[in-house]
Every structure is written in C-alpha cells, then in structure tokens.
C-alpha cells in the first residue's frame, strides 16, 4: 500500500492580545497622590519608579500637653501665636496633612475638646482629625517639629464620626491657689497697706505691690525701705557734734507713674550733714502720697520687733482641717446647674449658653512646689465658659479672705442680679484632662478607649517639669497673685459688699439689684 503524504493546513496564529497601554497606569497612580484618602509612600514623577506603601488616612485623636506661657490660648486665631497653630504646621511638616489641606483644618474635620484662655496650660488636651500616621514614628516626627512647651503623647484611633469637642463628656481642671491667698492678713488690700504707714506695724512688703500691680520703681523703693528700717533717726547730728536737729521726715511714696515717682525722689536729699524731706503736692487724681513719720518717741528697734512680729503671724496661717473645711464649703456652692451670666464674660442671662453644670468642686489636696505651698482646687463641669473657673474660684478666695459673705455666690448665681466678680490670674489654671465616657461605653467591644491611662508617667512628669515649676517660679518672681490680692478691695469690686434688693418696676415687674453696704 502506497504511503500518502497527509498535508495538515497550518492554523492562522491566534491575535496578539492588547496589554493595557503604560499611559492608564500613570493616570491611575496620578490620582492617587492627591487622593483624599490614600497616597504614595515613593511620589515621583518617574514613571518607571514602582509604587508602594499607599497609606490611608485614619480617623484618631491626638493626646498632648503644654505649657500656655507665651500663647494667646489655644484656638487658632489670626495675628496671635496659639497652640492651635503651632500643632497644626507640625502636623503639615511631619506629612500628616497634604500639601492642598495646610492651613484648612475643615479638610481633615479638625477638632479640639476644649479651649483654653491665654496663658492656661493643659495635660490632658484632645484633638481628633483624619491624618497620616504611617510610616511608624508618628508621635516622634510630631515632637521634633513643636517646641518643648508642646508634648505629644500619644494618639488612638477612633471611628469615623469622632469628633473630640462632641463626643466630650467632662472636663477635669485644676487650679493651683497659694496657701497665702486664703489668709485675710496676707497681702491685705491697698487701704491696709497706705493706712499701716507711718504706724509701728508698716506692711513693709506689701509697700512695693498694693496699687494693683503697679510696682514703685526699684532706686526709690529701696531708698524708702532703707529709711523705714533704721537710717532716719529722730535726731541727727552734725560733724562737728555743735547742733541736733530734732524734725520729722515725710517720705512720699508713689505708687501710680514714673513721673510722680520721680518728683518724690527728688525730694530725697542727702548732702552728708542732714536729711530733709519735703512733702509734694498731689497734682494728678491717679497719684498716691502717703506719709511715714518717725517721731522721736518711737524706737527703731521696737519697730523692727513689731514687723517681725506680724511677719510671723502672717506665716503662722496654714491649709488646716478648718480652713480646708471652710474652702470646700464655699466651692459646693457652684456645684449643679446655675447660670453662670456672672462669672463669664459677653454672655448674657437669658443666653441659654449661660447654664452650666458642674459635677464636683473640692480643694482637698495641698501641694509644695519649690518651696511654696499651694492648694488643688479640682473642677469638673460639662464644659465651660471663658474666664468662669477664674472667676468662681476669684469670689471663693475674696470670701476666704472675709472680703466678702458666703451668700454672695447664690446672689450671683440668680439670672435677674448683676455682679461683679473678680478674676483670678490665669497662671495657676490648667485643663487636666477630658473623658469620653459614653463614647467608650459604646465602642468598648472594637475601638480602644480613649483616656490618659497609658500616658498617666509621661503626663505627670511634664505637668511637674513645665506646668508647676512654671506657676511655682512665677509666683515667685512676679509675685502675680500677691499682687492681685491688693484688688480685692470695695473700691475695686463695690459689689463683694452688698446684699440683694427687691425692686418693683411700674409695669409690676421685679427688678433685683445688690445694695452696697458700708463696712
């Protein structure tokens, strides 16, 4: 059988198939950069350069401290160096927040759990916002970029709907008083002071701070000191020993401007033989003359006995059972829901925004910081108002003080009565921390709770090293609440002295006002 050749018809080669063309790919990796919620680890324009580690933006809050020295409060504002700022730019430089979103915190639904006034520090601060956290090294980026006033702690994530001003329940804050500003006969009001002058029992100290702050200057201050310990003798002799003059000297302390500080100084003579003081005249309303006399019957020594015995009395007051019993007392006042119209600033009684409620307020815990003693007032509110805390704890000190009747804080805390209240300095406040309390109740099972226990060491190494030092040396250097002490007088506040009256208006309305009451 004769083999045939069997011819296989070659099949068409199948068509190539399209790959998809290098153009698409860089149009997606394009738009991923200026993503809202993932971005590029290697952003280049080399289109061969491989691309990886696209990074999410998550939903956390941020927990830090800082020291307010130096700051116009937290919130941002325009012109003034804030925390806010600070933090936001740190947060840019460490490649948290895109290039197109600095500056426009809404971009990344920015939020903060409280606001603090100027010069206020806080511990436990919260901010939340949708930003970069990797590559690892977050926290550590953030500190290199803020100053060491500032301190990140730590963040955790949240859910997408946090928001650390809503989802606030309460707000702890501190604020460190001065054991020596409870005692009625420290650093006594300007009327005290003016009128021990010229007695035996001179508020030496107190010479320098009791017009509201407004300090003598130096060269004269230390003139009149020296003069009142023992320099002007009731009789001074010549060289030569032929005369004595006997005359009483007048010196003027100024305690208002430069210019009638430098009339009194003028009148100082001293040309080795004699001393004479004449009295000026007062020619302007503001400025103060006051007269210390040494008569020739009072003895040097005997006034020296005198104010150390009075400084001894002064230093003798301490935070006791009593007294700690007494300042709780007068805290529990505020305590519940009141009107706060009084205790704040631009808000009016009838401004539903004027109600708060606060939790608890003691003053148990005595604390010393670099040899001055002071006292913890805690507070803890839903939230509060500007200058509030200041001012609640301002009228409990002026009643400490006897400066004025314990009932004045009810009468201040009715809606139809306007009062007066003194503010507290700003330096011994500070937020201590914030809770979220019905948040980690509800997302207790998939989200980590948000609260400072983790960072509790870190939290209470920074408040000792930058937030107490810093009141303490203040207080020291500056003297800030002693000088404020001298403004808690009738003069300046009429209303610590008063009482409520009833008025009936011609339409049959009640109008209450305070009536002021000579002491």
């Not at 005692?183 to 107190?206: I, Y």
């Not at 060491?457 to 930058?466: D, I, L, R, S, T």
């Not at 003069?491 to 209450?512: F, I, M």
Request: aromatic share 8%.
């Amino acid at each position: 059988m004769e083999e045939t050749d069997i011819v296989k018809t070659p099949l068409s080669p199948p068509e190539p198939q399209p790959e998809e063309p290098e153009a698409k790919k860089l149009k997606m990796s394009t738009t991923t950069t200026s993503d809202e919620d993932t971005i590029d680890a290697n952003s280049t324009a080399d289109a061969k350069t491989p691309r990886t580690n696209r990074y999410k933006r998550r939903k956390i809050a941020i927990f830090f401290a800082y020291c307010g020295v130096g700051y116009q409060g937290m919130q941002k504002n325009p012109g003034a160096k804030t925390i806010e700022s600070d933090l936001e730019e740190a947060l840019f430089l460490s490649g948290a927040v895109p290039e197109q979103d600095r500056g426009n915190s809404r971009r990344y639904d920015w939020a903060r759990s409280a606001r603090t006034d100027k010069g206020v520090s806080a511990v436990g601060q919260v901010v939340s916002g949708r930003f970069y956290i990797d590559p690892p090294g977050f926290v550590e980026r953030l500190n290199s970029n803020l100053s060491s006033q500032i301190r990140i702690f730590g963040y955790k994530r949240a859910t997408a709907s946090f928001n650390a001003k809503k989802f606030c329940d309460r707000r702890r804050y501190v604020y460190l008083i001065p054991v020596f500003a409870l005692d009625p006969s420290s650093h006594r009001d300007r009327e005290s002071v003016l009128a021990s002058l010229g007695s035996g029992n001179v508020l030496v100290k107190c010479v320098e701070c009791s017009e509201r702050g407004r300090k003598i200057p130096e060269a004269m201050l230390k003139r009149i000191c020296e003069k009142k310990v023992g320099e002007i003798e009731s009789g001074i002799s010549s060289d030569n020993g032929d005369t004595e003059m006997n005359s009483k000297v007048t010196e003027n302390t100024m305690l208002c401007d430069n210019t009638s500080s430098e009339q009194g100084a003028k009148g100082l003579v001293d040309d080795g033989i004699s001393h004479s003081v004449t009295e000026s005249k007062q020619n302007e309303e503001t400025a103060l003359n006051s007269t210390i006399v040494n008569d020739s019957g009072v003895d040097k020594e005997e006034e020296k006995v005198n104010r150390e015995e009075e400084a001894e009395k002064r230093s003798s007051f301490c935070y006791g059972e009593e007294e700690r019993e007494r300042f709780n007392r007068i805290l529990k006042y505020y305590v519940g829901s009141h009107n706060f119209h009084n205790f704040t600033t631009r808000t009016k009684a009838e401004d539903p925004a004027a109600r708060r409620y606060i939790l608890s307020f003691d003053a148990n815990s005595p604390v010393t910081v670099e040899g001055i003693e002071f006292v913890k007032c805690e507070v803890v509110g839903q939230s509060f108002m500007l200058h509030q805390i200041r001012k609640m704890i301002g009228l409990a000190v002026a009643i400490m003080r006897n400066c004025a009747p314990e009932s004045l804080i009810s009468t201040a805390l009715q809606r139809d009565v306007n009062v007066t209240v003194p503010t507290a300095p700003e330096v011994g406040l500070f937020l201590d921390e914030c809770f979220f309390t019905s948040y980690n109740q509800k997302w207790k099972d998939s989200h980590e709770e948000l609260s400072m226990k983790e960072f509790e060491e870190e939290a209470e190494n920074f408040k000792m090293k930058q937030i107490y030092s810093h009141i303490a040396s203040t207080e020291d250097k500056e003297g800030v609440v002693a000088l404020w002490l001298h403004s808690l007088n009738h003069r300046n506040y009429p209303d610590l002295c008063g009482r409520v009256v009833d008025n009936a208006t011609s339409n049959g309305e009640k109008s209450v006002t305070v009536e002021n009451i000579a002491e």
